[in-house]
């Protein structure tokens, strides 16, 4: 009997009020009865055993609707379709405003908006239906998992919430934009131009005006003027086009134009497509100098340092490639950040440009002229024996074409002592004796002629 009691008043206070047994009289009740079920709810009749009554009062019916719906469990969304999840993150934002600032119910509501919008991202946008790995105008894209909010879309210039939003990087031009913007993009990517063609415009901001692009942005084609209406018109200083708000962020970035020319790396306003091309091309050795500007080296003086320390290290490469030690080392491979220079002196990149600038380039060259130095002429026998003696006055060390006293033949690769050179003739000795011995092989008669 107890326990029949007990359990009549626990399905009395959980009570289903969607049940459909409920007889039309608990659902009639007026003010006054439920004011007297309030009042007198600690003291409930005893119950009939096999026939519990559902009666109810107002309190336990409500349920807590009276209050804001965002205290139900996080992840039970009760909406189904993307329609009323836009309803619901509507209403989430609006109580998030009236919600006083910093309080335990606003960082709830906050947590709760996430939570819609990502069942909102996954009905509109569901994961499965996006492929890894999208291909289009030459980019390759690759869909990213970083869930950072760090990231701007380059298409429609807007932030991508890498949390609720599915977004793609190129692997070639990084060109980052939303999975909904995709279809949008136009411009090719510029990695393939750097693979094809990599070439700098070395004209210094080659305006031909807004004109000469019918009042178009260069690159989306959408109108522009210098008036702002309907677009502001912004100058990219590498292309001298001009471009729309959302094809020119106002970048900075070094002109290489102003580098060759006028020494010049104040960073200067670029497009995005230039910034992008710009980046990629930072580190190939396309700038030939001698050519583009020769002046130059009479203007920097750590240029021409740089030249004879890169001119050094190619008279080294030899005794390394042969070198069994050296080889094993990895000598050559202290440069490997800069190839080319190993392979000639004539070559250089902006990267090289800005870092001599700057006098960083100075000092690691340095270092690795020492190191490779002191391997040949101190730390390797087998380098050591291939040192050179003077021909001219056969005295003094062993002398080695790097060697800054010392002065090499263009022909025959012979090294002298610089002041024995000088002072004896422009012309080498060891090239005039071969030439002496060409000259009495041809005077002398042919035996076979004669017979």
């Not at 178009?216 to 677009?231: D, F, K, M, Q, T």
Request: glycine share 4%; proline share 5%.
């Amino acid at each position: 009997m107890e326990y029949d009691e007990k359990l009549a008043r626990f399905r009395q206070a959980h009570l289903n009020p969607f049940n459909k047994e409920l007889g039309p009289k608990q659902h009639e009740q007026g003010p006054s009865e439920e004011a007297l079920d309030i009042s007198s709810e600690e003291t409930l009749p005893e119950l009939p055993p096999g026939e519990p009554g559902f009666h109810c009062s107002e309190r336990v019916m409500d349920l807590g609707l009276s209050e804001d719906h965002f205290s139900r469990p996080v992840g039970l969304f009760l909406a189904s379709d993307v329609q009323q999840l836009q309803q619901a993150i509507e209403e989430c934002k609006q109580v998030i405003l009236e919600l006083p600032e910093q309080s335990e119910k606003q960082k709830d509501a906050v947590v709760r908006l996430i939570h819609l919008r990502l069942k909102l991202q996954e009905l509109k946008d569901p994961n499965e239906d996006e492929p890894n790995i999208r291909v289009l105008l030459e980019h390759r894209f690759y869909k990213e998992k970083s869930k950072s909010v760090k990231q701007t879309c380059d298409k429609c210039n807007t932030i991508i919430w890498g949390l609720i939003q599915t977004w793609y990087t190129c692997t070639g031009c990084y060109y980052r934009c939303h999975s909904k913007c995709l279809s949008l993009i136009s411009k090719p990517c510029v990695s393939s131009k750097v693979s094809h063609q990599a070439e700098y415009e070395l004209n210094i901001c080659p305006e031909t005006g807004l004109d000469s692009q019918d009042y178009r942005c260069a690159e989306c084609r959408v109108p522009i003027s210098l008036r702002g209406v309907p677009s502001e018109a912004r100058q990219c200083d590498y292309t001298g086009q001009y471009y729309c708000s959302h094809c020119h962020w106002n970048d900075l970035a070094v002109i290489p134009a102003r580098v060759v020319h006028n020494w010049d790396f104040e960073p200067r306003k670029v497009s995005r497509c230039s910034l992008r091309y710009l980046a990629l091309m930072v580190s190939r050795p396309v700038l030939r100098l001698r050519e583009i500007n020769p002046l130059l080296f009479n203007y920097v003086e750590e240029l021409v340092e740089i030249r004879k320390l890169r001119q050094d290290i190619l008279l080294m490469k030899p005794y390394f490639i042969t070198c069994k030690e050296a080889m094993e080392a990895r000598l050559l491979l202290q440069l490997q950040d800069r190839q080319h220079f190993v392979e000639n002196d004539e070559m250089y990149s902006i990267q090289d440009l800005l870092d001599v600038h700057l006098g960083r380039l100075g000092c690691s060259l340095t270092e690795t002229h020492t190191l490779f130095a002191k391997h040949i002429k101190l730390d390797c026998e087998r380098c050591q024996a291939k040192g050179f003696v003077c021909e001219l006055c056969r005295e003094g060390d062993v002398l080695f074409p790097f060697d800054s006293h010392t002065s090499v033949c263009a022909d025959c690769s012979a090294v002298f002592h610089r002041d024995c050179y000088y002072d004896n003739s422009t012309t080498c000795p060891k090239c005039a004796r071969l030439n002496l011995r060409k000259q009495s092989l041809l005077q002398e008669p042919d035996p076979d002629l004669d017979a």
